[in-house]
């Protein structure tokens, strides 16, 4: 295997450091190489090397930062401003309960393969040797990646909860099927998950949410192995029927599925920021949830129907218990919600008074990324035809027009505009302003100038002009 995927900075290093003969890129760079995906991160494990003859190699090529000495593990910043881990081989010891419930030992001179022992999966066990280009794959790594096999490498996986977290996402990412004996596995460990620490738990999540390409594989092997019961918001879909006009697919879980793959293949989902992309496939799993307690059977258009009146607005506490059990930033728990709480706006005619006030009532999230979950949602519905249907496009044509698809309106009209008229700043600014913000989103004026005119005449009044006394609201509703 060639090196072309190593920064030319790092090939010297590996090449050109006597010290570093028995040294082998390892974990998610093989992977990802082997895969024909970029490479983002870099893991070297060296061997036949105490803790500090390593440090004094690397300290020849870069500032060396001994962040994980207990765990054998350096951090070295190359000329390219790349930073790098390098660690020695360790033997974990399980000695108590929990994801930190290890004891650590380095042990430079055990062989790689007793080394690679400790890891999770054998796609993440492959090694290469960079000076011979040799891929060094004791637990059959390779072959799994060819047939799309998530299987744990060894019997110390029990060890480790996380992993079946980490396995989630990486079914999801790589597209990969679970192994039945890892699955096994996995539902025994399902008693562990309490032990883990909720960061590194959202961390699991956070790179299913950002980084899957079939987000559904990841979610039916975490249900499968029996990690899902701690999210009823999750589980309680599954069963919920829905009406066969509108969801031929099934059950309220499968089209949650099937809508979220249908995201992950959206361009606009896969051109936006990670952080957007985290907030749309969480908003994406929780569009629904509210369905579990709000689907009923009753008889509409001549013929008893499935229906789910309220749903979207139920789904929200709902959306807030799991994002809060997940330990979400706040950023994501502010954007989340309201975009399940208007998941169904594309219904409404949209008028450019009903896209100001859509608008404001997602913010911090935006019209544009209510598009996308509201194609999504359309999307996973087969056999009916998927893409953005015609009432999304002209949702987002007109909040395009009205230059507020990706910010909500701003109050035109402000304080200053009041002081400049004699007021005295106190309470019943916030009336008057208040009035004016809604002026604006009815569409009374949509400028500066309007705005002024607008505030004129409502002080006018009986007691003169500018008497906060005669401030009225001169709506057209």
Known sequence: MNLD?????????????????????????????????????????????GYPELARALGRWGRVDLVGRSFGVAKVTLSDGRQHDFSLPRRDSKVGPGHRGFEVETAPDISPR???????FTINAIMLHPRTGEVMDFHGGVADLRAGVLRHTGAAFVEDPLR??????????????????????CQSMAPMQAELPVERVREEWWKWATLSEAPSLGLAFALDAGWLGVHPELTSMRGVEQDPEWHPEGDVWTH????????????????????????????????????????????????????????????????????ERLGMPNEVKERVPPLVANHMAHLASPTARAIRRLALRL???????????????????????????????????????LALETAAPRPIVLGRHLVARGWTPGPRFKDILERAFQAQLDGDFDDEPGGIRWLDAALKGPTGPGSPDAATHPSRD
Not at 22 to 38: N, Q, T
Not at 164 to 175: E, K, P, T
Not at 274 to 285: C, F, I, K, Q, S
Not at 370 to 399: F, I, N, Q
């Open 5 to 49: 995927f190593v920064p030319a900075a790092l090939r010297e290093v590996l090449l050109g450091t006597p010290e570093l003969a028995r040294a082998y890129l390892v974990g998610g760079c093989v992977r990802d190489a082997l895969m024909g995906r970029p490479v983002k991160d870099f893991d070297v494990e060296v061997y036949g090397l």
């Open 114 to 120: 007793e080394a690679s022992l400790r890891r999770d």
């Open 164 to 185: 079946v977290l980490r396995g989630m996402q990486f079914a999801a990412r790589f597209r990969l099927s679970p192994d039945p004996a890892t699955v096994a596995l």
């Open 256 to 323: 949650t599925l099937l809508a979220l793959d249908a995201l992950a293949g959206q361009r606009g989902w896969r051109g936006m920021d990670e952080r957007t992309r985290g907030v749309l496939m969480l908003a994406t799993l929780l569009h629904d949830a509210g369905k579990a307690t709000h689907t009923r059977r009753e008889w509409r258009d001549g013929r008893e129907r499935v229906v789910s009146p309220g749903h979207e607005i139920a789904g929200v506490p709902m959306a807030g218990a799991f994002l």
């Open 363 to 401: 913010a911090p999230a935006t019209i544009e990324e209510l598009c996308e979950l509201m194609t999504a949602d359309a999307s996973g519905r087969p056999p009916r035809p998927a893409g953005e249907p015609g009432a999304v496009r002209a949702l987002r044509a007109k909040a395009s027009e």
